[in-house]
């Protein structure tokens, strides 16, 4: 059987849900010998917006800029090293800018053949519909995506592989 994506692409943003897709994406590149990239994009439109709304002034800014930079960069190292636990190798990609921008122009410019996304959480506006990353990255995705969901069937899958 011919296995309908070669490179795959999970998304993290920190929460579990991102982690557990990470999981999943894990199994499902050992299992089909895909290529499987992990991504994090540090998200500074939203701190320019908060500069913008003077809840940040520019010191805080850089220094939250930093913060979330050591972020990215512990949770890409961590999906890294859940994927060398199953001899795969997971290639890490950190960029800045707007989410689900990058995201897309990543999948195209790569030729990414399957998003992996955590559980979208709960919408409980029509801000939050707009707001959201996850949103909008399923949305206008240029491939198929997956959302995992069931953290802990996942969790527990991904100890017995």
Known sequence: MTVPFHDILVYLDGSEGSLTAAMY???????????????????????????????????ERQEYLSDLEADADRYL??????????????KSVKCSGTVH?????????NHIDM??????????????????ESDRMLRT???????VRDDESVWDLFEQV
């Not at 299992?31 to 003077?54: D, P, W």
């Not at 995705?141 to 959302?147: G, R, S």
């Open 25 to 59: 994406a894990i199994m499902l590149a050992k299992s089909t010998g895909t290529q499987l990239t992990a991504m994090y994009v540090v998200n500074t439109k939203a701190i320019s917006e908060l500069v913008k709304a003077r809840v940040f002034v520019d010191v």
């Open 77 to 90: 190292r961590h999906v890294v090293h859940l994927g060398s636990q199953k001899d795969v190798t997971v």
């Open 101 to 109: 921008v990058e995201v897309r122009n990543y999948i195209k410019e």
């Open 115 to 132: 998003l992996v996304l955590g559980g979208v959480t709960e919408i409980r506006s029509r801000r939050d519909e707009l707001m959201s």
């Open 141 to 147: 995705a240029p491939c198929p995506v997956l959302v």
